[in-house]
T-cell receptor, first 117, second 115 residues
Framework: EAQVTQNPRYLITVTGKKLTVTCSQN?????MSWYRQDPGLGLRQIYYSMNVEVTDKGDVPEGYKVSRKEKRNFPLILESPSPNQTSLYFC????????????????FGDGTRLSIL | AQTVTQSQPEMSVQEAETVTLSCTYD???????LFWYKQPPSRQMILVIRQEAYKQQNATENRFSVNFQKAAKSFSLKISDSQLGDAAMYFCAYRSAPGTYKYIFGTGTRLKVLA
């Protein structure tokens, strides 16, 4: 089954304790992206990756790191989490063929609810 | 920079009736893509419909259709014969043409369906 898998689904942690949210897709997609969803603000893009070892900042990258060492994985790293990073996080992936005219819709993971005390 | 605006935080519709959710966007680009996503209480993000800006014909998917007005930069979603399962948060999203990789989402419209 084609899917994007995020772990953990829920996490409560404390300020300053490094954490990683994993994201894995089994569709051989080139494009992967992280979003955070906050009430009244919709989804905002944190980072995205166009392919292995190629990443770029979205609109709200401060306080986050990412890496793309393998095509299927795109972990989100919070080196020193703070309470303002309490949010619902989504990972997404999509096909992005070279020279493709059509944008393929993103497949989303089920979300990670992160609470930082 | 591109922006996406959903001016209706919440809408209600009677079951079996029709409702239209509005979305406007701002861009200087001529080639782009627009999407509507549905987020039910389960939090999943589900693609409802998509529209390529170079296509004049409005996209349709069963009971869901869009009214795409490129000159007015408007992209509304019409849901016909509303069902209880349509109750969800709906997000409008914008992406530039291939070769650019940013997505811009609106703030969402919560749709309630009344029995």
């Amino acid at each position: 089954e084609a899917q994007v898998t995020q772990n953990p689904r829920y996490l409560i942690t404390v300020t300053g304790k490094k954490l990683t949210v994993t994201c894995s897709q089994n569709m051989n997609h080139e494009y992967m992206s992280w979003y955070r969803q906050d009430p009244g603000l919709g989804l905002r893009q944190i980072y995205y990756s166009m392919n292995v070892e190629v990443t770029d900042k979205g609109d709200v990258p401060e306080g986050y790191k990412v890496s793309r060492k393998e095509k299927r994985n795109f972990p989100l790293i919070l080196e020193s989490p703070s309470p303002n990073q309490t949010s619902l996080y989504f990972c997404a992936s999509s096909f992005e063929g070279a020279g493709a005219k059509l944008i393929r819709p993103q497949h989303f993971g089920d979300g990670t609810r992160l609470s930082i005390l | 920079a591109q922006t996406v605006t959903q001016s209706q935080p919440e809408m209600s519709v009677q079951e079996a009736e029709t409702v239209t959710l509005s979305c406007t966007y701002d861009t200087s680009e001529s080639d782009y893509y627009l999407f509507w996503y549905k987020q039910p209480p389960s939090r999943q993000m589900i693609l409802v419909i998509r529209q390529e800006a170079y296509k004049q014909q409005n996209a349709t998917e069963n009971r869901f259709s869009v009214n795409f007005q490129k000159a007015a930069k408007s992209f509304s979603l019409k849901i016909s014969d509303s069902q209880l399962g349509d109750a969800a948060m709906y997000f409008c999203a914008y992406r530039s043409a291939p070769g650019t990789y940013k997505y811009i989402f609106g703030t969402g419209t919560r749709l309630k369906v009344l029995a």
